[in-house]
Structures are given as C-alpha cells and as structure tokens.
C-alpha cells in the first residue's frame, strides 16, 4: 500500500458490487487476538479453524497488514488453524525503532505459539507474501523452529533491480476517511480490476489520528520509516540454505519477480521446488486473481498437510 498514483477509490459509489464469496469468506467467524511481544509491543492477530488442525500462517508484505490474507483464510479453515497477523509498525501492530528481518521472524513465531499452531507434532506452513518472504526465508536456516513448508508468493528479494522504491516525504494528514480513502494506492503501480479487494484493503489501511499541532484527520497505519523497507544483506544465501520445503508462487505479469530475479531464486533452490506461474496476475497475486491463488496453494497445501520435513 502506497501513495504512488493508481486506483483512486474515493468515489466508492462506481465499485461494483463484490462477489458472494468475498462477503461470505469476511463474515466467516474468527479469533481476535493480541500477543505482547518481551518488550511491550502489541501485535494484531487473527485465527480460524481448529486449534487442533495443522497450522497455517500467512504473513503480508512491506506497508500492508492482515488484511491482505484474512479474506482468504476462510477457504482453508476447514482443514487448517488459520493464522493472519500485522507485523511490527504495521496495520493495528505497534510501530518501533528497531525493524528488522530478524525481528519480524520472532514476531511470526510469537503470534504462531499464541495461536497454538506450534503446540503440536506438526509444524506450521507459512505462506508470505512480497517482503513477508524475507523473515520466513531467514527464520528458516536461523531461528530453531520447524516450518513444515515454506510458500513465497511473489517475494522479490534485494539485490535484482527489478523495482526502484519511489521517494516518499512521509505521512499525510486527511481531513475526512473519504479524502484518505481517495489516495490508496498498490505499489508497484499495476492495474486493479478487482476494486471491492482493493477497497477492503484501503478501509483497512487508516486510522483516525493527529499531527504534532494537534489537528485530526486521517492517515496510514504502517509506520513511514518502514517505506524504504528492511536491510537482508544476506538474503540470497539464506534462500539457498533454508531447511523446510518450498514452493514459489509468482504473478505471470509481475515486473517484480519476473526474468532475472524469478531465474536466480529458481537457481538457489533445489531442482525439486515448485514454481506456479498465476495467470493474468501482477505482484498483488490475492488482489488480481485470489480464486486462482487459492487453487494454487491448495494444491501445494495437499501434499504437505502430513509428515515433516527437514534438513540436517
């Protein structure tokens, strides 16, 4: 989510009427929940499904929230302990000074030992999408916690200059929600035909608050000092090291992920790793086609709900 021009949705009147899934898939029942992190910080998290279900846990991208994978939990919900959370400084979690890869991994499991997804025999899947992708790749060759798989959709790693971060001059202060709304922005910049997602998305992404003389309006809710997004120096090596399996998901349109970048993460892997192609879809594959998406997972998911996993 940003500021970059594309998709105004202030005029809410001309997006069509969402589709009886979408509304159905929001109104399933879920799980709110908190989880305070050692040093005081509060993050947001839901959960569906069983606590005695495998456990699934999605984790978004750069400047977005929860919401960009809780309209699709109900699809899995039946057979998985669903899990969806803000990271750090982002959605309904509490902003701090000191984002990094590594601290966004503790977030992922903090909120996955709260939702009771790592209390059993079977490990979690996790399912990331774009930046998402970078805490669960390092979690997976440093943190000690067994993934029973690992899915990366879309995850452009740094390194490949396939996406230049535009300059960004910090938060601005909306009088109405409307005004707000009317700036919500998919970044990197694709078309959006599915504008009841991206309207769900953009509710999602503001909050009433103040500036520094007091005035009240309307802002972002992810922290502006995660724009540029977070230091992985050591990514690539991290991806060829990880110990759970993988699969990679990509958009067939994305300009993230596509030539070089998509070639080198194919090289870092193992020869086995799936890669699905989603047609018609850019970066934001859950926006541009989440049906497909769904099916997609759900034939990866169907081959790793039992048994574990991992290297030595």
């Known amino acids: 989510m940003t500021h970059n021009p594309l998709l105004p949705l202030g005029r809410l009147d001309d997006i069509p009427d969402p589709p009886a ?38 984790v978004h991208g750069n400047a977005a929230h929860l919401g960009w994978w809780a309209f699709l939990a109900s699809f899995f919900a039946d057979r998985f302990r669903v899990v969806c959370f803000s990271l750090g400084g982002m959605g309904g979690s509490d902003w701090h ?49 067994p993934m029973r798989a690992a899915i990366l959709v879309d995850s452009g790693l740094p390194g490949v200059s396939n996406f230049k971060i535009p ?3 910090g938060h601005r202060l909306y009088p109405t929600k409307e ?4 700036r919500f922005r998919l970044s990197p910049v694709q078309p959006c035909e599915n504008r009841w997602i991206a309207e769900y998305l953009g509710r999602m ?32 090596e991290e991806l060829a090291a990880m110990r759970c399996p993988v699969a990679l998901i990509r958009g067939a349109n994305s300009q993230l992920t596509a030539g070089e970048m998509i070639r080198r993460m194919i090289a870092a892997l193992p020869e086995d790793t799936p890669l699905i192609e989603i047609a018609d879809a850019n970066h934001h594959v859950m926006v541009d086609q989440p049906i497909a998406l769904v099916a997609a997972l759900d034939a990866l998911l169907a081959g790793w709900v039992t048994g574990f996993d991992i290297k030595p």
């Open 179 to 182: 005004a707000a709304m009317s």
């Open 21 to 58: 899934w979408f509304l159905e898939a929001l109104a399933a029942p879920y799980e709110a929940f908190e989880v305070a992190m050692p040093d005081g910080r509060r993050l947001e998290a839901r959960a569906w499904g069983s606590a005695s279900a495998p456990g699934l846990v999605f």
């Open 97 to 145: 000074d000191d984002y990094s890869v590594s601290r966004f991994a503790e977030e992922m499991w903090a909120v996955a030992d709260t939702a009771g997804v790592t209390s059993h025999a079977r490990p979690p899947v996790v399912v990331a999408h774009s930046m998402g992708g970078l805490p669960v790749i390092h979690s997976a060759v440093h943190i000690d916690r």
């Open 167 to 169: 300059d960004y001059a």
């Open 205 to 236: 992404a503001i909050r009433e608050t103040s500036d520094e003389d007091g005035n009240s309006g309307w802002s972002w809710r992810f922290d502006p000092k995660l724009w540029g997004g977070v230091p992985a120096e050591h990514i690539w």
